[in-house]
């Protein structure tokens, strides 16, 4: 008798990635034609068309941003002249100015960066940031009648302040004067200043569209000491805290953040700022010669150049010497080594380290405070896992069955430092694919919490939608901060989950992984690296390549640190093997990977014992789909009796994909015979048994209907199956 229900095969390994694969379509013919206009390789052609870089004209400025011709941020921005004015008119008469900052990095590098920047001028500056704990984001009415109190006359935001309609409207009533500069999306309501800097208030094709808070401190600071004559000096140091604050702060590097970037990553490693000095050293960073680059010289321009001609906003470097070195950091340096262990002060210690850390001239200062970050960020790791354990605890027991009908998951316990509950948020994201809005108990009635959202999912909108449940909201299209009533919270996750509903559909609630272009293992060498540098730097809108390569064996693999897996994988490619290694970041949930996969990856350098080789940088896995053709001869088939042939004792069960949608299969031995047993998405099982023409399709075999499996669509999923199980049986 057999069971009245279809057990569901279990598989040998654990379950794996929940992506969704978008491989950019190629074009062989207008990389050929792009490559020759540009003197690129096909691949690094195929790489900018993925980028929306087509001509050969945008080619050589994405390639070479310094050959752009930028206009004056004067020109772009409507109320920079008139900041400069109220800055200079502060400094000559010595009047107080304060600057209101933030507490992530943009935030600090900003206020760092202007606080140097000013002093520097002669101006009479301090600055407060407020605190993360007990005030939350941007400036407030507290902060204002503490400045007034002191006798400032100028208040200065900076990363801050779009959305602060209150508390800039009482610092106009008591008299001050106030410059808002940000970055962040524009309420519907701009604050009273006397002036606002704010690219997102700037036209869109502007080069300068993509800074964030620090690149519009860096902007201010270059034309107010323009204006002073007094640029010497000046553009190096505010070039290594704009390049850290970029950054760290994922912002595009695009437009003018790019040429800067690029520029300031050269300067970096040489920078005579002690505290960057003192943070690369406790960070253990390693500069490495950048192959196939070229020294630019260290004449900077200013943020007011005209172009590459202008001579007004040139300087020499340190010693007024061009350096022949070419030694240079990458994005990943300061985006996974510097940056966290700034952003880790913001999130649980005292942005007081930082601003000292980021404007003492004193090394020992420095390496102290540098010392700090290191420790606070110790912390901060430890703190992130426990609270990702316990997050993914809770969504496991509560709400993993309801995220296709809610596609929008809200999360709120208590005792969660939020300091670091956006960084689990994001973690939350990657694994379960849909937006999150993760939050902690501040007390018994008020919640704070942060959001992180998905390519098709605004989060400032999803913040404004639900205004009128919020106390305090802001951010941008991807990421956001919130407080609420907690007697709000049911009806906030109803309001958030119809949001949702408008916006995203069931295919969207899966991690994207936008891959460039298939590669074969015989193509990876280090000639391939040193032609993908040409791209860098790369992070938010140039992302690093990805590539794919299919049906690749998985030879050794291992759990290694916190959680992350190190691989031996292999291709066979005409006979012969090409091995190369591997590492998937905090993939332990995914161990072991089935014996042969196809695998979505970066291509990374690793440098050891004094060689250096390249690895991959896994991103998405995924189960070799087999394609099959049902009128093959028979000598290319499959019968179901082989595989009990082979391997007659031990149940076999994987995974595999077909037609771009996840199956699960097993071999069962039932009460009359083993049985072939093939699971689709909506749960439906295809039951075929050795020797028989005719299957059995349904939710349990009560309901089952009778199907004619030599039909070719049941055939080739059949074979398709057959053939994982095959792969599975013979390791």
């Known amino acids: ?57 945008a080619a050589q400025g994405f390639l070479n941003p310094e050959s752009l011709v ?53 101006a009479e500056v301090d600055y407060a940031i407020p605190s993360r704990m007990h005030d939350g984001y941007g400036i407030n009415e507290r902060i204002v009648e503490e400045f007034h109190s002191e006798g400032v006359n100028l208040i200065l935001t900076v990363d801050n302040g779009i959305s602060a309609y209150a508390p800039i409207a009482r610092a106009r009533e008591l008299g001050l004067n106030v410059i808002v500069t940000d970055h962040h999306d524009i309420p519907p309501k701009l604050p009273p200043a006397n002036a606002i800097l704010n690219p997102k208030l700037i036209a869109e094709s502007s080069p300068y569209r993509s800074v964030a808070g620090v690149g519009v401190a860096y902007i201010l600071a270059v034309s107010l000491a323009q204006q002073l004559g007094e640029i010497k000096g000046l553009v190096q140091p505010m070039l290594a805290l704009f390049t850290l604050g970029t950054i760290a702060d994922l912002a595009p590097l695009t437009g003018v953040n790019r040429r800067w970037v690029k520029r300031g990553l050269k300067h970096l490693p040489k920078s005579y700022l002690p505290g960057i000095k003192a943070l690369i050293q406790v960070a253990g960073l ?15 321009q200013g943020a007011g150049e005209r172009g590459a001609g202008s001579k007004g906003a040139r300087e020499q470097g340190a010693g007024g010497k061009s350096s022949s070195s070419a030694k240079s950091l990458k994005p990943e340096d300061i985006g996974f080594r510097l940056g966290p262990r700034i952003n880790a002060i913001g999130r649980i210690g005292d942005p007081q380290t930082i601003i000292e850390l980021l404007t003492t001239d004193d090394m020992a200062i420095a390496l102290d405070r540098a010392m700090e970050c290191e420790l606070t960020n110790t912390s901060r790791q430890q703190m992130c896992e426990e609270i990702e354990q316990q997050a993914i605890a809770y969504v496991e027991a509560e709400f993993v069955s309801d995220l296709p009908q809610d ?11 939020h300091g670091v509950i956006g960084i689990v948020a994001s973690r939350l994201v990657e694994r379960y694919g849909v937006p999150v809005f993760i939050g902690t108990y501040e007390n018994e009635t008020e919640i704070r919490g942060s959001a992180r959202g998905i390519p098709e999912f605004n989060v400032f909108e999803a913040l404004q939608y639900c205004h009128d449940l919020l106390g305090k909201f802001g951010g941008h299209k ?80 291992q759990i290694v640190g916190k959680g992350h897996i190190k691989l031996t994988l292999s291709q066979t490619i005409d006979h012969q093997q090409y091995k190369i290694k591997a590492i998937a970041w905090r993939w332990r949930d995914y161990f072991p ?8 990856y970066k291509l990374r350098e690793n440098h050891f014992n004094g060689k250096t080789t390249i690895e991959l940088e896994l991103q998405g896995v995924r189960l070799t789909e087999q394609n099959f053709d049902h009128q093959a001869p028979n000598s290319q088939r499959l019968e179901l009796s082989d595989l009990f042939n082979q391997s007659p004792a031990s149940p076999l069960k994987t995974q595999f994909q077909y037609h771009q949608r996840d199956y699960i299969c097993g071999i069962y031995q039932n009460d009359i015979s083993p049985e072939l047993r093939i699971k689709n998405p909506e749960g439906k099982v295809l039951v075929i048994q050795p020797g028989h023409t005719i299957g059995l399709l349904g939710n349990n075999r009560q309901d089952s209907v009778e199907v004619d499996i030599s039909q070719p669509k049941y055939d080739q999923i059949i074979q398709a199956a057959l053939q994982a199980l095959s792969t599975l049986s013979v390791h």
């Open 1 to 57: 008798m057999l069971n009245q229900t279809l057990p569901q095969p279990t598989l040998a390994n654990n379950c794996l990635p929940n992506q969704r694969w978008q491989i950019y379509p190629q074009q062989p013919e207008s990389a050929e034609n792009l490559a020759r206009l540009t003197n690129v390789s096909p691949i690094i052609s195929q790489l900018l068309i993925n980028r929306g870089v087509t001509t050969a004209e």
């Open 70 to 122: 930028l206009p004056s941020p004067l020109e772009e921005f409507p109320d920079l002249a008139v900041s400069v004015e109220l800055l200079q008119g502060a400094i000559a008469s010595q009047a107080k100015i304060a600057i209101c900052g933030d507490y992530d990095a943009d935030g600090m590098t900003s206020t760092a960066l202007l606080l140097r920047s000013l002093r520097s001028l002669g």
């Open 286 to 300: 390693q500069v490495r010669e950048e192959a196939g680059s070229r020294e630019q010289g260290s004449r900077e």
């Open 407 to 417: 596609r929008v998951l809200v999360v709120v316990q208590p005792n969660w430092h």
């Open 478 to 557: 991807a990421a956001g901060g919130f407080s609420l009533a907690a007697e709000n919270l049911q009806i906030l996750r109803s309001r958030l989950c119809e949001f949702a509903h408008q916006c995203l559909e069931l295919q969207h609630l899966k991690p994207l992984v936008k891959i460039d272009a298939q590669l074969d293992f015989n193509h990876i060498n280090q000639q391939l690296y040193q032609q993908l540098n040409s791209l860098h730097p790369c992070g938010m809108e140039n992302p690093d390549p990805l590539f794919w390569t299919s049906q690749v064996q998985v030879i050794e693999q």
């Open 593 to 600: 990977l089935p014996p042969r996969v196809d695998i979505a």
